[in-house]
């Protein structure tokens, strides 16, 4: 078992116990934080660097609703160049995000949580074809909007 730290330690940026979408969120960033570094290292231009959040982020939308992310960007001597962002919504919490800029660019319900939805039980070997298919196809989507300027704010 692994707890969901918190940059403030604060705990009203705890999640409930019952709530999933953090955990979701957090797994789900630390499996892709490899490929989405490297991908956003290969989109950056000189003088551009990646960071990444190290936490969980508690946000909540101009409507109040609250959702769990993580986040890596592209910055510059000015600032933001652009960033990917990862999240689930506390009101779907078996409904994952990935925005590039202010546009979702995927979103989908991991195998493994629709499985045990369905009732179905996966053998181990399927489970895990299935979960590296799901994690294929975020990191296909991102490499893809990478590849159009149209999402970057450079000068």
């Known amino acids: 078992m692994q707890a969901i730290d918190t940059s403030s330690g604060l705990p009203v940026t705890v999640p ?4 999933r979408a953090a955990s979701l969120v957090n ?11 490297t991908s956003l290292k290969r989109a950056a231009r000189a003088g551009e660097s990646v960071v990444a959040d190290d936490y969980v982020h ?6 109040r609703e609250a959702r769990w992310e993580r986040g890596w960007r592209i910055v510059d001597h000015t600032g933001l ?14 409904l994952v ?7 979702i660019i995927a979103s989908g319900t991991p195998p493994w949580i629709g499985n045990r939805s369905a009732g179905a039980s996966a053998e181990a070997s399927i489970d895990l074809a299935q979960r590296q298919t799901f994690y294929e196809s975020i990191e296909t989507a991102i490499a ?3 590849r159009d300027p149209s999402f970057y704010r450079r000068v």
């Open 144 to 146: 893809a909007s990478l």
């Open 81 to 94: 160049v652009l960033k990917v962002t990862l999240f689930v919504n506390e009101s779907n919490d078996s």
């Open 16 to 19: 409930d116990v019952s709530d």
């Open 58 to 63: 508690l946000v909540r939308d101009q409507t």
């Open 27 to 37: 797994w789900i960033a630390r499996d892709l934080d490899g490929s989405i570094r």
């Open 97 to 103: 995000y990935i925005r590039l800029g202010e546009i």
